[in-house]
């Protein structure tokens, strides 16, 4: 049974930083691309970043270029997002994903407000 459980959600003031975790299970982790996609109310879901499965290679949509990290753990099947300098518009629910399998997490709900 695969399982993509998110944690690390919260609210935030605009600036301040959040780190998202994903833990995978009922599937080969670390022979799978990983992303996060994010969906803000009203708005369909958006790629937010990947990375390979051997986690050389990330790519990120240009809106958080610079601000946002991924990363992975195959050792312990994690993939991180390290969000930096957040913004309102960075409010969404935050989902972990392998996108070639169509595995999805449930998603965190990350808010950015004063």
């Known amino acids: 049974q695969v399982q993509l459980v998110e944690s690390g959600g919260g609210l935030v003031q605009p600036g301040e930083s959040l780190r998202l975790s994903c833990i995978a299970s009922?599937?080969?982790?670390?022979?799978?691309?990983m992303a996060w996609f994010r969906q803000a109310p009203g708005k369909g879901r958006e790629f937010v970043a990947r990375i390979t499965d051997n986690g050389r290679y990330t790519d990120y949509t240009d809106f958080v270029k610079g601000r946002f990290t991924i990363s992975r753990d195959n050792a312990k099947n994690m993939v991180f997002l390290q969000m930096n300098n957040l913004k309102p518009e960075d409010t969404a629910v935050y989902y972990c994903?392998?996108?070639?399998?169509?595995?999805w997490g449930h998603g965190t709900q990350v808010t950015v407000s004063s």
């Open positions: 994903g392998a996108p070639n399998r169509d595995f």
């Open positions: 009922g599937f080969t982790f670390e022979n799978q691309g």
